[in-house]
């Protein structure tokens, strides 16, 4: 069986001829392609605007094809427009020719300034390329080029499509491309010539005629008329230096500490170079016939001054150097360092004196030599003093900020240091502003960086100039350290720190700010508390309070208290009748052990009558209201205020709380935790009434916890009874612990809430620790806050359309990023580049109103049409002048042309003197040498030519048919694009 099998397991291979080859799969691809995209059959468009090219919305669609293992991408391109009606044109269409066709002979797009070579060469609406899929691959032989063109014939012939199909050979960098187009019985060839050198008969109109007419090949001898369009382009590349009107800022005198150049708290803008490079002038002679003009190697009538047609575009500068753009990305840079201050600067500069002593022995001494209180004067140089002292001791070099540039940041950060004792009106900033900068004011709460007129604000702008002109990273650290031995300074002296809002840290501040805050609440409550040891005596007990609190007390009102259920922040609070034997932590167990249970307790069985107990710690009689057991008048405390809290104390505060779980345990120690204020301000209410309850508590602090309904009594009397709502019965709760823990102790002799001492010394330290990239991150948003305001105000000088919208784009863009804590680098350089965008846009509008002269201008008329010209320039490609060479603007370029023609015929005739006499000789007499120096123009830079004429091909008896050349030629280019159509029926 085995053997049996052996023939039959043998196969025979067939090879089948009739199968498709690579090539018709190519086709069949290319086909399939077509079908796809609709391209099939003919459509006839409405005809194409003046300027639809430019204006119009351009759309393309890609898919990939292969032959063999040579992958080919296949794209449509294509001007989107409204489909025409289709109603009575079935008839006409058949016979007419394709729409790219018509295209060809259509003059209202001819020279578009934004558009795809082959829309420019051939003025097609419509158009699918197919190039080599990888960017290094071309198609290089000519007889892979043909399979090509064969290929797409087939495929237009076997589809109907109506679509030019090219194909790009060679080089992509040469855009050299080969096309057809096929219609019911006509075709169309797109051919293309490209050359490095330039024939010198093709240098001009005769020559290029010669060539058009000889590929045509008419054979009717009255050739018809060729349209011909010309356009010459000319450069403008020498400018004037007035003509840039940005002083770059004089930066040997800023670091030789000159400050005038650049004053402090103010960002620089502008260009250090023109942001204009060059200026293009075409010229166009839009509809010329053969005959009217002359244009030969010997003679031209193409003067540009004549040309019926002006339109001028500007070369932007890349990347131009902008001053706002370099400081913040230079700042930005700072952020990467690792450096600590020490590490920079040498040894620590906050060593205190004391280590500085070797000698053991004179440790003691210090202990017991008296002391005397110091009466600093709050100036510049004495700040400054011994914290340069150190520096230099410990560094053995000069410091990297001199004097001059120190005392200024200083006094610009610290103006109350200039005078001999600090105004005290200056130690806060009023945050009323006018509704018309509330719009800009209101940026740093998007920015989550600090008000504008705010210290914080200040010291970024400071840091920022000195990182750039005054000695970088180490100027950074030196005046960081200033800065920080200044707040220590003013800590120590009950100095306010200037340019803080007062009161909380404002959470939607960067974090140093909302630190500076708190370091400003803790010099307040310590000068408070300073001032009233000396106002009161030791143990004073005291019902009425004077200074400010009676006035924070006298404007609430009975009213106003019951506005809301915690009423506590509005409470006047004062501080000032602290007693002078208040210690940091102070806690008066001793006053308070025997009066435990002694009456102070409420329960909901009644009260116990007090034992001689004084009021303590009133600040002001509550209106009307009396307490409910012996109908004494209620008076509401003297009570500490709430500590203030940054945002990472916070964040601390959540952990710790979130830690304990959700335990019955956790929940009573949070709740614990949370309720130290409230037993803070029942041990007031307590020591400010004797014989108080819960209930009398509760009406004060959380009226919509105690109900009162009108009830009918015994003796038939509409009486109010009152009791507490439902959570407040709720057996075991916070607030009925809380009381029955609370002792009748006046705040002032209370345990502080707010340890200001601990608080100032955390902050300090922190402001210490820093490195001076935490601190430029810290600061990145208010520099960036900065940078949009300066911009923002640039622009309103200016009055872009563009520039405002880039504006709000950066804004909400700043917002997301800088919202969030330690944002990317890269999303902070992508608004550092979008701000460095808008002020080269200022810098260029700037660039080209001194070049055009706009304020120069007497007559009103003139003046709006320049400004007018200068705003296009800047928002479209290619800006049309009015009135050509005759207008105000085109009067303008041409002086401007003019006198660079100048400056170049001035170079030349230098030149000419320097050669000997044979060669003088050799480049003619010197009237001819005059004729052809002295022009108002240069020669163009490039010259286009589009001739067009419909004749029959390739017989008399063909049918009439669109023909067109383009030509183009510049120093080193020369191309030719031809379209030239035949008739496939009567040939």
Known sequence: MAADSEPESEVFEITDFTTASEWERFISKVEEVLNDWKLIGHTLGKPLEKGIFTSGTWEERSDEISFADFRFSVTHHYLVQESPDKEGKDEESEDAIPQSMQDLLCMNNDFPPRAHCLVRWYGLREFVVIAPAAHSDAVLSESKCNLLLSSISIALGNTGCQVPLFVQIHHKWRRMYMGECQGPGVRTDFEMVHLRKVPNQYTHLSGLLDIFKSKIGCPLTPLPPVSIAIRFTYVLQDWQQYFWPQQPPDIDALVGGEVGGLEFGKLPFGACEDPISELHLATTWPHLTEGIIIDNDVYSDLDPVQAPHWSVRVRKADNPQCLLGDFVTEFLKICRRKESTDEILGRSTFEEEGREVADITHALSKLTEPAPVPIHKLSVSNMVHTAKKKIRKHRGEESPLNNDVLNTILLFLFPDAASEKPLEGTASIDN??????????????????APSDSLTYKLALCLCMINFYHGGLKGVAHLWQE???????????????PGLASGPPDLRCCLLHQKLQML??????????????KMSPSDSMTNAYPGDAGKAGGQLGLDHVRDTEKDKGEVGKSWDSWSDSEEEFFECLSDTEDLKGNGQESGKKGLKEPVNLKPEGRLHQHGKLTLLHNGEPLYIPVTQEPAPMTEDLLEEQSEVLAKLGTSAEGAHLRARMQSACLLSDMESFKAANPGCILEDFVRWYSPRDYIEEEVTDEKGNVVLKGELSARMKIPSNMWVEAWETAKPVPARRQRRLFDDTREAEKVLHYLAMQKPADLARHLLPCVIHASVLK???????????????????????????????????????????QITTVEAIIARARSLKAKFGTEKCEHEEEKEDLERFVSCLLEQPEVSVTGAGRGPAGRTIHKLFVNAQRLTESSDEAAAVALPEEELKRSGCPEERRQTLVSDFPPPAGRELILRATVPRPAPYSKALPQRMYSVLTKEDFRLAGAFSSDTSFF
């Open 432 to 449: 009323s502003n006018p509704a018309a900068e509330a719009g800009d004011y209101t940026l740093y709460n998007q920015f989550k960086s």
């Open 791 to 833: 911009v923002k105000e640039e622009e309103s000088l200016e009055n872009i359309p563009s520039v405002k919208k880039i504006i709000k784009q950066v804004i909400a863009h700043s917002s997301k990023v800088l919202h969030f804590p330690n944002p990317e680098d890269k999303k902070l350089e992508e608004i550092i580049l």
């Open 520 to 533: 400003n609440c803790c010099i307040e409550r310590k000068k408070a508390r300073d001032e009233g040891k």
């Open 483 to 497: 800065f920080v031995l200044e707040m220590r300074f003013r800590w120590e002296n009950n100095f306010l720190i």
